[in-house]
T-cell receptor, first 115, second 113 residues
Framework: AQSVAQPEDQVNVAEGNPLTVKCTYS??????LFWYVQYPNRGLQFLLK??????LVKGSYGFEAEFNKSQTSFHLKKPSALVSDSALYFC?????????????FGTGTKLQVIP | DAGVIQSPRHEVTEMGQEVTLRCKPI?????LFWYRQTMMRGLELLIY????????DSGMPEDRFSAKMPNASFSTLKIQPSEPRDSAVYFC???????????FGSGTRLTVV
């Protein structure tokens, strides 16, 4: 069975500082990995994905994520946090070992950017 | 495309009443998912459909919950009778066979009093 772990319920960072939201995964075969963001009273919005190729993936709003196969991690990063980045962030994984496999979401990490 | 459309956005109902949530997926998407989000449990997958057929309903909490997809452009999630513990935000999402991720609707915030 595939799974995703987001070890931090909340991450606080000062505006202008770099941010990291952690994610580790478990899946059979090679993974498809995703980050979604949820703003208050909104649905989940796609941020970025890793399918294959370059381990550093760039996404929307200046976010990027680094795929590390040996550590089975896919941490979300941004060089300089904005107050408007404050939201709930979900990491997700999907296996690709044949047949259709649904996406498994993590429990979410609340990012609070402090002015 | 207007994305995944859910209605209503908010629903307040009394305990014991029937509640029906609606979803219109993105045209051409083969998969439709219903999720529930609460502070206590986070994001839970309730059921998903492929080509209008329910594939996995193991996340449906009780027999009070039922979901249908009569055609490729419409799905409903029904709760009968509703209880206060059903209060949550319910999301619908859809995906194409060759898509890698999901597109979510804006959700229905259900409050059962």
């Amino acid at each position: 069975a595939q799974s995703v772990a987001q070890p931090e319920d909340q991450v606080n960072v000062a505006e202008g500082n770099p941010l990291t939201v952690k994610c580790t995964y478990s899946v059979s075969g090679n993974p498809y990995l995703f980050w979604y963001v949820q703003y208050p009273n909104r649905g989940l919005q796609f941020l970025l994905k890793y399918i294959t190729g370059d381990n550093l993936v760039k996404g929307s709003y200046g976010f990027e994520a680094e795929f590390n196969k040996s550590q089975t991690s896919f941490h979300l990063k941004k060089p300089s946090a904005l107050v408007s980045d404050s939201a709930l962030y979900f990491c997700a994984v999907r296996g690709n070992s044949g047949g259709y496999q649904k996406v498994t979401f993590g429990t979410g990490t609340k990012l609070q950017v402090i002015p | 495309d207007a994305g995944v459309i859910q209605s209503p956005r908010h629903e307040v109902t009394e305990m014991g009443q029937e509640v029906t949530l609606r979803c219109k997926p993105i045209s051409g998407h083969d998969y439709l998912f219903w999720y529930r989000q609460t502070m206590m449990r986070g994001l839970e997958l309730l059921i998903y459909f492929n080509n209008n057929v329910p594939i996995d309903d193991s996340g449906m909490p009780e027999d009070r919950f039922s979901a249908k997809m009569p055609n490729a452009s419409f799905s409903t999630l029904k709760i009968q009778p509703s209880e206060p513990r059903d209060s949550a935000v319910y999301f619908c999402a859809s995906s194409g066979l060759f898509d890698y991720g999901y597109t979510f609707g804006s959700g229905t915030r259900l409050t059962v009093v």
